[in-house]
């Protein structure tokens, strides 16, 4: 008795919701933008922390990044001061050496990864094309979180030697060796034949990445020993005879052994002490020279992180406050619809129905009336977040509890901002709701 009741009150309601289609959809409004800006919203901010997660990986967890400076100075100096002022500014630059003094004298440090990148091209079977030449050691693999697809790593003898061996990324052995498999096989890097000994897996980098962290595609590089590289290749810490011929502004004035230094600490409240240290242990043994940048990737992003925090709640808030006001314009409506059907009221009570009768027809109405816009509003928003994603290249993610929790606010709007309406509607005396005019 109770199921039929409640079910010839749903319709009646939908019955007075399809009466008054356009009022009912203008009803609605206020919800459809409302839950379509919550969808979108969150779609954009899981996207972007999704993002920042990413680089975050990209870049290693815990880790300082220490590069060169290197810098064309231009001045005027007199016969007196000038020698004195070359001697001043006279550095080593980032060498080996001070990789091995950082683990020897800073605690608290897990890995250290020196690096060397030249530009050079690969050859194989005809085929040329420009690539990294990157010189690294074993660490260099655990800090950035590599994994090995096939093969083997470097062994010590491969590092101390100065082996010509080779770790290829995906895309090399993709391009160069398409229908073999290219462990065992050889290929030519600038003037040397490199044996390839191991694939990388592939490493996804978005476009963002690469723009915003300087992030170079690391799967069409080639990783040799790092000893390897000094020794076979280059090493701007010897002063050849080359050298000594260019040396009126013909060659470069990178004269740092190694391009970069990654530290990896072992907690990252360590990350700016440790970096506190790094940058007075390298200015002393630079003479004072400061020729070195030390930036820490993982606070930076995290950083970025907590605005994008920020911006999402304040976003969420503005789309809060539209479900806030769709609410109130349910209630509005609602409380007209009441004044309007005083007689219909006033029939339904003396024809015995009761009050909870008229309480659930018009909860029944707002509630409809908040999910269809509820709905509308999800579909909105999903095209909304993939409009986003399509033309203004931000990342979006739409997730299944971003949809239920819009959706479930929404439906809550319309129970909650019925409730005045319908408890208004259910006061109402039924002899003077007959009279009424």
């Given at each position: 008795?109770?199921?039929?009741?409640?079910?010839?009150?749903?319709?009646?309601?939908?019955?007075?919701?399809?009466?008054?289609?356009?009022?009912?959809?203008?009803?609605?409004?206020?919800?459809?933008?409302?839950?379509?800006?919550?969808?979108?919203?969150?779609?954009?901010?899981?996207?972007?922390?999704?993002?920042?997660?990413?680089?975050?990986?990209?870049?290693?967890?815990?880790?300082?990044?220490?590069?060169?400076?290197?810098?064309?100075?231009?001045?005027?100096?007199?016969?007196?001061?000038?020698?004195?002022?070359?001697?001043?500014?006279?550095?080593?630059?980032?060498?080996?050496?001070?990789?091995?003094?950082?683990?020897?004298?800073?605690?608290?440090?897990?890995?250290?990864?020196?690096?060397?990148?030249?530009?050079?091209?690969?050859?194989?079977?005809?085929?040329?094309?420009?690539?990294?030449?990157?010189?690294?050691?074993?660490?260099?693999?655990?800090?950035?979180?590599?994994?090995?697809?096939?093969?083997?790593?470097?062994?010590?003898?491969?590092?101390?030697?100065?082996?010509?061996?080779?770790?290829?990324?995906?895309?090399?052995?993709?391009?160069?060796?398409?229908?073999?498999?290219?462990?065992?096989?050889?290929?030519?890097?600038?003037?040397?034949?490199?044996?390839?000994?191991?694939?990388?897996?592939?490493?996804?980098?978005?476009?963002?990445?690469?723009?915003?962290?300087?992030?170079?595609?690391?799967?069409?590089?080639?990783?040799?020993?790092?000893?390897?590289?000094?020794?076979?290749?280059?090493?701007?810490?010897?002063?050849?005879?080359?050298?000594?011929?260019?040396?009126?502004?013909?060659?470069?004035?990178?004269?740092?052994?190694?391009?970069?230094?990654?530290?990896?600490?072992?907690?990252?409240?360590?990350?700016?002490?440790?970096?506190?240290?790094?940058?007075?242990?390298?200015?002393?043994?630079?003479?004072?020279?400061?020729?070195?940048?030390?930036?820490?990737?993982?606070?930076?992003?995290k950083q970025q992180q907590r605005t994008q925090n920020i911006f999402n709640i304040v976003l969420g808030a503005i789309a809060g406050i539209s479900l806030l006001v769709g609410g109130i314009g349910i209630m509005n409506i609602m409380l007209a619809s009441v004044m309007e059907r005083i007689k219909e009221i006033g029939l339904r009570l003396s024809l015995g129905a009761k009050k909870t009768d008229i309480v659930n027809q018009f909860l029944f109405e707002s509630v409809m009336i908040s999910v269809s816009g509820g709905l509308i509003g999800v579909i909105l928003g999903i095209v909304l977040a993939h409009l986003?994603?399509?033309?203004?290249?931000?990342?979006?993610?739409?997730?299944?509890?971003?949809?239920?929790?819009?959706?479930?606010?929404?439906?809550?709007?319309?129970?909650?901002?019925?409730?005045?309406?319908?408890?208004?509607?259910?006061?109402?005396?039924?002899?003077?709701?007959?009279?009424?005019?």
């Amino acid at each position: 008795m109770f199921n039929e009741r409640l079910l010839a009150n749903f319709h009646i309601a939908f019955e007075a919701v399809l009466a008054n289609k356009v009022r009912s959809l203008l009803t609605a409004l206020g919800i459809i933008f409302g839950v379509a800006a919550v969808i979108a919203m969150l779609a954009i901010g899981t996207g972007v922390q999704q993002e920042i997660l990413e680089q975050i990986k990209l870049v290693g967890v815990n880790n300082i990044v220490v590069e060169p400076i290197v810098e064309q100075i231009e001045e005027q100096v007199d016969q007196n001061s000038g020698m004195d002022r070359e001697k001043n500014k006279f550095s080593p630059g980032l060498k080996l050496e001070d990789v091995t003094a950082i683990k020897n004298i800073i605690p608290g440090i897990n890995r250290i990864s020196p690096e060397i990148v030249m530009d050079t091209y690969i050859v194989k079977s005809g085929i040329r094309r420009s690539a990294k030449l990157v010189g690294v050691d074993v660490a260099y693999f655990d800090v950035l979180d590599f994994q090995l697809k096939e093969g083997r790593m470097f062994s010590e003898q491969n590092l101390v030697q100065g082996n010509p061996v080779c770790i290829i990324g995906r895309n090399v052995a993709a391009r160069f060796f398409p229908n073999e498999n290219p462990i065992g096989k050889r290929i030519k890097s600038g003037s040397q034949w490199l044996e390839v000994i191991g694939i990388l897996e592939e490493r996804i980098v978005s476009e963002s990445s690469i723009s915003k962290l300087g992030i170079r595609d690391f799967n069409m590089d080639v990783y040799i020993p790092i000893q390897t590289m000094l020794i076979r290749y280059r090493n701007r810490d010897l002063i050849t005879e080359s050298r000594l011929n260019d040396s009126n502004g013909n060659t470069s004035n990178n004269y740092h052994q190694i391009d970069k230094l990654v530290i990896q600490v072992s907690d990252s409240e360590l990350l700016n002490p440790t970096a506190e240290v790094l940058a007075k242990m390298l200015q002393r043994r630079h003479f004072n020279v400061v020729d070195f940048e030390i930036t820490i990737p993982e606070l930076l992003l995290k950083q970025q992180q907590r605005t994008q925090n920020i911006f999402n709640i304040v976003l969420g808030a503005i789309a809060g406050i539209s479900l806030l006001v769709g609410g109130i314009g349910i209630m509005n409506i609602m409380l007209a619809s009441v004044m309007e059907r005083i007689k219909e009221i006033g029939l339904r009570l003396s024809l015995g129905a009761k009050k909870t009768d008229i309480v659930n027809q018009f909860l029944f109405e707002s509630v409809m009336i908040s999910v269809s816009g509820g709905l509308i509003g999800v579909i909105l928003g999903i095209v909304l977040a993939h409009l986003v994603s399509t033309f203004a290249d931000f990342p979006t993610v739409i997730t299944l509890s971003s949809i239920i929790l819009s959706f479930g606010v929404a439906a809550t709007v319309g129970l909650v901002f019925g409730i005045t309406p319908a408890k208004r509607a259910a006061s109402q005396d039924p002899i003077t709701s007959l009279r009424y005019e």
